[in-house]
């Protein structure tokens, strides 16, 4: 069998030992005849004078001085651990539907005219087989693709459909045959078809050698009595070439899946078979394992780590090894739980699933935010969804922990847990706080923490909850200080209502005042002990309304006073005295009379029923008074 060449021919080989080749160089692959006689007889096949190479560049390879691994431009290859048994074992890597778009892919245009049509366009009608100790049970149907029988054979034997698809390649171009003949369909994976005289007619047909290798690869695993002679897990004297003079190599057998390999073909490529992959090495190389490694790197990636599941879907959606990810770099990562998250690095970036559905996340600033910050055991975690991008090259990406951000102006940051919460429910990056400038602030604890938008900032803290400060609030909160200046924490949003002559008024409750805003007195900020006053009338449904004017404060003979004019009310406080309210119908003549009474010094007060009911408010020079049902009046102090 072979990877290079179309229609070889075959010398039998009895007892586990290869016979002397026939002439040319050796291919150095086995076929599965053994599955026909009932016995272990393993089969070479030489290397006809009329080559059709598959593309791949030629490479220097470097023995890495312990006889049995290589360095290439596609990797390492070990002749010890050929392939995993992960990966040629899984059976369910590819769907139909893959396995199809793989073909086209491979052949876009069929130039097949008189003789049978190209692979991707090859139709069989195919018998259903029982299950027996190696394969589930085949279904067969009419008029199958020949993409839905590799895939189906993968599945009912165990083996994967992209260690099929390589076989059929490397065994007689028919992935890439833009003109096949029927001999490379009736020995499609080389099953049966010895050096010494064509393929044994009852095995022939490309139902029968696709099924037919892959049963034999579960026998090679499964029937360790038969085949015996190189089992996995030892030592062996590995043939280069079916010429015993040209020497053997030491290698270990790490799996079966690579033990299968040897027994299909048991000859390892030596350093001049490495050193051009593309082609031929010296009298001494065979190409068989080489080839079938070199096939699947160049178009599966790595043969120690496997894709597969919906990680494997959005890498092969987005060029597989050909695309802009390449060969995968480490194995597949998940969670635990339902839904299920895994993530997988390429080089160019890591592909991620959520549940069902896969997507890439490219080298781009927030995969490298997100590899900085610990990827999945990072603050982030796991990625949800693929990075949304918009103009001016503003991205975001859902992760189980929050998000990632990035743009030109503000940089690339994450927001957290409830902060990215509160960020959602603002509208997102589109909402009233855009994009993150920061990264977030949080205390000792890490229980409060604080950041920065374009927009203004998000908030939060075990006792006051989420919060968002925007726009000119935001503005303001700075200039008071932030979460350590005299507002301290937000506890409230801001809440805006419409107001006596269509005016806007909002307000914002902070954990030491809060911060207003009108229509006609902009925007104001309430604190101190004023502050206080303010929010204990507010919490107790006697609120003063938003804030008219700033604070004016004055300090006379050790005393600071303050006073701050709202909707419904002038506040005042004094060193060492209680805040106290003017409002209603007091307000209106305090106001007028300001002059003559003076600021006040205590809050309304009211004795008696009735008529005799009698309510007062002292000012410094003098008070208001209101008896029964009659008017409020000025009474001015007597000097």
Not at 332 to 351: I, N
Not at 542 to 565: D, I
Request: with cysteine.
């Amino acid at each position: 069998m072979t990877t290079m060449w179309t229609d070889a021919r075959r010398t039998t080989v009895r007892a586990g030992r290869p016979a002397r080749h026939r002439g040319g160089r050796a291919a150095a692959l086995v076929s599965a005849a053994a599955l026909v006689v009932g016995v272990g007889v393993p089969v070479v096949e030489a290397a006809p004078a009329a080559a059709v190479p598959v593309a791949a560049a030629p490479v220097a390879a470097a023995n890495n001085g312990d006889g049995q691994t290589f360095d290439t431009a596609l990797g390492r290859f070990d002749a010890g651990r050929i392939i995993t048994d992960e990966v040629f074992f899984a059976g369910a890597d590819l769907s139909a539907a893959q396995v199809q778009t793989f073909l086209e892919g491979k052949v876009p245009d069929c130039a097949a005219t008189t003789g049978p049509a190209c692979l991707k366009d090859f139709r069989l009608t195919t018998a259903s087989v029982k299950a027996n100790d190696y394969c589930r049970a085949y279904k067969g149907a009419k008029n199958e693709r020949a993409s839905a029988v590799i895939s189906k054979v993968a599945a009912a034997c165990g083996v994967s459909a992209k260690s099929l698809l390589v076989l059929l390649q490397k065994e007689q171009g028919l992935v890439t045959a833009k003109a096949p003949s029927q001999r490379q369909y009736d020995a499609a994976t080389g099953f049966a078809c010895p050096d010494s005289g064509g393929c044994n007619p009852e095995n022939a047909g490309f139902f029968n050698q696709v099924y037919g290798a892959g049963r034999q690869y579960q026998r090679y695993a499964k029937e360790t009595g038969i085949y015996n002679w190189r089992p996995a897990g030892e030592t062996h004297e590995i043939l280069y070439h079916p010429t015993r003079s040209c020497g053997t190599r030491t290698v270990t057998i790490a799996n079966k899946a690579t033990a299968g390999l040897y027994y299909y073909t048991p000859y390892t490529p030596n350093a001049a078979a490495m050193a051009n992959l593309s082609g031929t090495g010296d009298e001494c190389s065979s190409y068989g394992n080489r080839n079938f490694w070199r096939l699947f790197t160049q178009w599966f990636g790595s043969t120690t780590v496997s894709v597969t599941g919906p990680v494997q879907v959005a890498w092969l959606r987005a060029g597989g090894v050909d695309g802009s990810f390449g060969r995968q770099q480490s194995a597949v990562r998940c969670s635990t739980g339902s839904p299920r998250y895994c993530v997988q690095t390429f080089v160019g970036g890591t592909v991620a699933s959520s549940g069902s559905s896969g997507f890439t996340m490219p080298g781009s600033a927030i995969r490298t935010r997100w590899v900085a910050g610990g990827s999945e055991k990072g603050a982030l975690g796991w990625p949800k969804a693929a990075q949304r991008c918009g103009a001016g090259g503003v991205c975001t990406q859902k992760f189980t922990g929050g998000y990632a951000a990035t743009s030109p102006k503000t940089g690339t940051r994450a927001v957290l847990g409830r902060l990215s919460t509160a960020w959602v429910k603002a509208g997102g990056r589109n909402g009233a706080l855009g994009l993150p400038r920061a990264e977030q602030r949080c205390t000792r604890s890490g229980k409060s923490c604080t950041q920065k938008f374009q927009g203004g900032y998000a908030t939060t803290h075990p006792t006051y909850g989420t919060r968002t400060v925007t726009g000119d609030f935001s503005s303001r909160w700075v200039r008071t200080g932030g979460r350590n200046g005299s507002l301290g924490w937000p506890t409230t949003s801001r809440y805006c209502s419409k107001v006596k002559g269509g005016a806007t008024a909002c307000g914002q409750r902070f954990a030491k005042g809060a911060i207003t805003s009108h229509t006609r007195f902009g925007v104001q900020h309430v604190n101190g002990r004023i502050g206080a006053e303010w929010l204990a009338r507010a919490k107790a449904g006697r609120s003063v309304g938003y804030a008219k004017a700033p604070t004016s404060c004055s300090k006379r003979k050790g005393v600071n006073t303050c006073r701050q004019e709202f909707a419904k009310a002038t506040l005042v406080s004094r060193t060492g005295k209680p805040t106290v309210a003017v409002t209603g119908i007091n307000r209106t003549l305090f106001l007028k009379n300001e002059k003559k009474l003076g600021l006040p010094t205590s809050d309304r007060t009211c004795s008696g029923k009735g008529k005799k009911r009698v309510c007062t408010q002292s000012f410094a020079k003098g008070k208001i008074v209101k008896k029964g049902s009659g008017r409020s009046k000025v009474v001015l102090a007597r000097r």
